[in-house]
């Protein structure tokens, strides 16, 4: 990317003082004074041991720095950027992945969690059919991570510890560490140190977890008590800020429900796409026939390119034998109908051969997986 238009975009997003304040400089050593006070306190009541005080503590952090990565599919000339905060061994990097590992277990609980492509695969096989009239449609959040107002999300997470019966000094010890890592979220771009004053960064850690309880409570409160979503909407699955729904009704009740939910909550604004026939959802294309029976296909972006690993790389052989293996996996996972399955396999086997793999591997692999049954393929990796 342009290194002017690159500068020029990430500069036009910290101009926005309702998101990002410039600080004076480095707040390092003041943030790891609250740290030791929150650590210190909560070692005095018997909540966390000496290890864990150590894991959190930090005495030797890296400054975090934000960098964007160009979204080429919006714009191939000038793209606009996601805003992305590198924060590995940051002075706040232990107290994010600390709270992640709390906060993660009770995302799964929430009514409408996708864990992702396998998990919403299975979900919607298992629905034989829908009413013919029905729409498909996909919501998602724009800039759902720096649009969470900061009371906002950790009340939704207060909630979600007390509704698990998590004890109180468990839960204030979350509390606080996540208002440390959510308040103090500092970084550098050039030689401008700047906090985060609203959301949380892509790249914290903890940050998947608390989008999905923040979202969780917005449907709560916003979306299944909606009249036209009791009443209309069929499927409601959603994973993060994506949102997949099937909707027995028409246009125009839809649509009021798009501005119901889009004038709930100032800080969320909701892009909403549906067709008849046809929608894509993460890397897959949901398809309905005219007796409402669904199927998938996969989906790539208009701006998708081959960039599977070449074969002559320097890498191990069993990592690179290994690709084409879990590459036609997915594709017969995502693929339902058999015709298209062939060709999609075919599809990627020329991306394979294009980057020199031998054509024994790839005619080996692609008879092993067409051979696989569907128990198999929709397998996903579920920490209880």
Known sequence: MN????????????????????????????????????????????????????????????????????????????????????????????????????????????????????????????????????????????????????????????????????????????????????????????????VQTCGTAMGSNVAPAYANLYMDHFEREQVYTNPGFQRHALIWYRYIDDIFCIWQGNHISLQEFHNDINTARPELSFTLAFHDNEVTFLDTKVLKDALGNLSTDLYSKPTDCNSLLLYNSCHPKSTKDSLPRSQFKRVSRIVSNPDIKATRLQEMSDKFRARNYPADLLNSESSRVLNETGDGLFTSQKNP
């Open 3 to 194: 290194r002017h238009h690159y500068v020029t975009e990430v500069r036009r997003q910290l101009s926005d003082t309702n998101t990002y304040r410039k600080l004076q400089g480095d707040p390092t050593f003041s943030i790891q004074r609250k740290i030791n006070t929150v650590i210190d306190k909560y070692m005095n009541l018997g909540t966390i041991d000496n290890k864990t005080k150590t894991y959190l503590i930090n005495h030797h952090p890296v400054t975090p720095v934000m960098y964007i990565l160009p979204k080429i599919h919006k714009n191939l000339q000038n793209p606009p950027g996601r805003p992305i905060v590198a924060s590995t061994d940051s002075v706040l990097n232990p107290l994010s992945k600390f709270v992640e590992k709390i906060l993660t277990p009770y995302t799964r609980l929430t009514k409408s969690f996708i864990l992702d492509t396998s998990d919403f695969l299975s979900k919607i096989r298992n629905i034989s059919s829908i009413p013919p009239d029905s729409l498909l449609c996909t919501l998602d959040v724009n800039s759902l991570y720096t649009s969470i107002v900061h009371d906002r999300g950790i009340a939704a997470v207060s909630l979600t510890l007390q509704e698990a019966e998590v004890d109180n000094n468990t839960h204030d010890l979350c509390i606080d560490l996540l208002n440390l890592v959510l308040r103090e979220n500092f970084f550098l771009f050039e030689d401008d140190f700047f």
